[in-house]
C-alpha cells in the first residue's frame, strides 16, 4: 500500500516528512488541502486529526499526525537507509540537531516570513529587522553544522536536513517572489551569505524525487 502524507502547499512540517521518504527513496502519495478553504479544519481531516493540523501520514492502519513522529515511525518501519542514525552517539548529533533545528530555526523563519508572506510586510520595520537577525543566527548555526559534513550531521541525508531543508528553502522563496522587501532587510543573497547552506540546498534538491517534495503551487506557477 502506498504511503500517503495529508499537506498543505507550501507548509514546511509535511515537507519534513516527504523529504524523509525520498531519503529513503520510498514511493508516496500526497492529499494537498486547501487551506483557504478550510479543509483542514473540517471534516473528512478531522477524523484524522482533530487538531486539524498537517501533515498526517496514513500507512495501512496507521496514522500519524506529527511530522517527527512521522520520521521516527518511518525510520523504525522502513530502516534502510536510517534517518536517525545507527550508533548511539550518531543519533543523539542527530537528535540534538533535529530538536534545535524545529525549535530555533523553525521559530526564526516564522518570525521573519509570516509578515512577509502573510501580512504583506513591504518596509524595513524594526520588527522585521529583528526577525532578519534572528533568521541570520540560525542560518549561521547551520552553515557552522555544515562545516564538517555534506549533509547536516554526516555523509547521507538524515532527518536533521528534512527539518532545516524547507525552512531554508522557504526563505530563497520569498527572496525569488519578494526581492524588494528582502533585500532591503538584508536577506537578498542567503547562499552568497552562507555558501555551505548554498550548496547543501543542491545536494538535497539534486536526490531522486526531490521534485515531488516541491509544494505544489510553486510548480503550478512555474
Ligand atoms: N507538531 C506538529 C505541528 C504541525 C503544524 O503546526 N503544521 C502546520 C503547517 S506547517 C499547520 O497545520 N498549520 C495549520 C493550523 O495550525 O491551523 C508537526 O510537526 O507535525
Redesign the pocket.
Known sequence: MTIRVYT?SG??????VLLGLIFKELDFETVVLK?SEGE??AEPFLSLNP?????VVVDGAVTI??????LAWLDRAYPDPPLFGVEADEAARIWQHVTEF?DYLRAAVDGLLTPVFFENAHEATPELLKAAYAAKVELAALERALESAPFGVGEMPCAADAIAFPEVRLIQRAIDTKPGIMSEIGLQDIYGQFPRIGTWVERVEALPGYEKTQPHHWKEAA
Open positions: 498543505i507548509a514546511p512540517r509535511p515537507w519534513r487551506a483542514h479544519k487538531r486539524g493540523t498537517v501533515p499526525r506529527d511530522s517527527i513522529a512521522a524545529a
